[in-house]
């Protein structure tokens, strides 16, 4: 059975000290379970100090982005090769690198490249936008962000691949997308990648949902048909609602119901 990925995404909060205070706090609060992988993604910064304080079997560290190149005249990056010691994952083509930084389908394309290159997951992130959604063309964007991402991935590769629903219009917004958007989505996805490698490789491939995820939300999305796990933002820096989520993941594998929903 996969495991469930939940993954914290701390953007560019925290510094060393308050990162270290924040592994300090989910350290005590999350027990470790065989079934559910907690994946860590501080900024840079932070991840040589905090790989020295976490316990390997409890968190695994990611990246939310690096360099394709794997060295040389590249002034301000790190690469791929760079973090291999460091982590398991990468975020790659998150909405907010696609949008504010002008992230290409090439430049993601070479990333996801540069990651298997360097034995890391990425964590490919994909979604619409609200205009796209109302225009109708969710499959149309999914489809292109998908298969553009894949153009140099092997067979072998892509199961390792995990894809992160995110439409843009939930993140950060409070705006959460129900539990059947996302469903249908991570078909779409599923189906994008089975017609490229067919469908064992579709179905190994961990598809997780982002955007305004809360330990109120987090439940329906776990619940859901092709949804292996989350990724959540906000939520993820403060350690009582993370913790809660982590909990809830643990207790939807097992089919215990939580507290807040016996409400
Ligand atoms: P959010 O962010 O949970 O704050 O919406 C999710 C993400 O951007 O990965």
Redesign the pocket.
């Known amino acids: 059975m996969q495991k469930t990925l939940i993954v914290g995404?701390w953007?560019m909060n925290l510094n060393v000290s308050q990162a270290s205070l924040l592994v300090h706090r989910l350290h005590e609060n999350i027990k470790i379970h065989r079934d559910i992988e907690v994946v860590l993604a501080p900024p840079m910064l932070n991840l040589q100090p905090l790989s020295l304080q976490i316990d390997r079997r409890q968190f695994k560290l990611a990246a939310q982005n690096a360099y394709h190149k794997d060295e040389g005249a590249y002034t301000g990056e790190v690469s791929f090769t760079m973090l291999h010691d460091l982590v398991h994952f990468v975020i790659v083509g998150?909405?907010?690198r696609r949008h504010i930084f002008d992230e290409s389908f090439d430049d993601i394309c070479a990333k996801v490249a540069a990651a298997f290159r360097n034995n890391i997951i990425p964590i490919l992130?994909v979604g619409e936008t609200k205009t796209e959604r109302l225009d109708g063309l969710m499959n149309q964007v999914l489809h292109d962000q998908v298969v553009t991402a894949l153009a140099n991935i092997t067979t072998t590769e892509v199961e390792k691949l995990v894809i992160?629903y995110?439409p843009v219009w939930?993140?950060?917004?409070g705006d959460v997308a129900t539990p059947s958007q996302a469903e249908k989505a991570a078909r779409i996805i599923k189906n994008n990648i089975a017609e490229l490698y067919g469908h064992d490789a579709a179905d190994k491939v961990t598809i997780l949902y982002?955007?305004?995820?809360t330990p109120d939300t987090a439940g329906g999305f776990l619940r859901s048909k092709g949804i292996g796990g989350l990724?959540?933002?906000?939520?993820?820096l403060n350690y009582r609602q993370f913790s809660d989520i982590v909990d809830i993941a643990y207790r939807v594998k097992h089919g215990i119901r939580h507290e807040r929903e016996r409400k």
């Open positions: 995404n953007k998150h909405s907010e992130c992160a995110e939930a993140i950060g917004t982002g955007g305004s995820v990724l959540v933002g906000g939520a993820s």
